[in-house]
């Protein structure tokens, strides 16, 4: 299981703390939100690619790129890689500190690698 931890100092700005640069195809992934920043109510993750399904709708609804949750103490947002039918695939997703009103006030563009173990 691939764990990225998502920051947001009291400073500003967003800070990722993870090894994590690669998963592989069905690999579950948490993101494990610390928030320091009390403007800071909900957390936006959304993958760029119409493809990158990375979060369950629930039921039997299929997949979806994007995902805002409720900031609480210790808050996790929890996904699994798609299987691609590529051997390796770089997707740049968004992670997002949003207001009350659902205005950015932090945000960090990250990518993660997807790959396949039996084929590199």
Known sequence: MAEIHVIFPEQGGVAI???CKSVLKGEYVNWHIYCQVPGIKKVRLRFDSAHATFFPTGGNGNPTREVTKDVEDGSTIWGRAPHYRSNFRRDKYSIQGLGLN???I???DPEI?????KNG
Do not use: M, Q, R
């Not at 690698?113 to 173990?117: G, L």
């Open 113 to 117: 690698i997807t790959h396949d173990p």
């Open 106 to 108: 932090a945000e960090l």
């Open 17 to 19: 703390n993870s090894n």
């Open 102 to 104: 659902g205005e950015v």
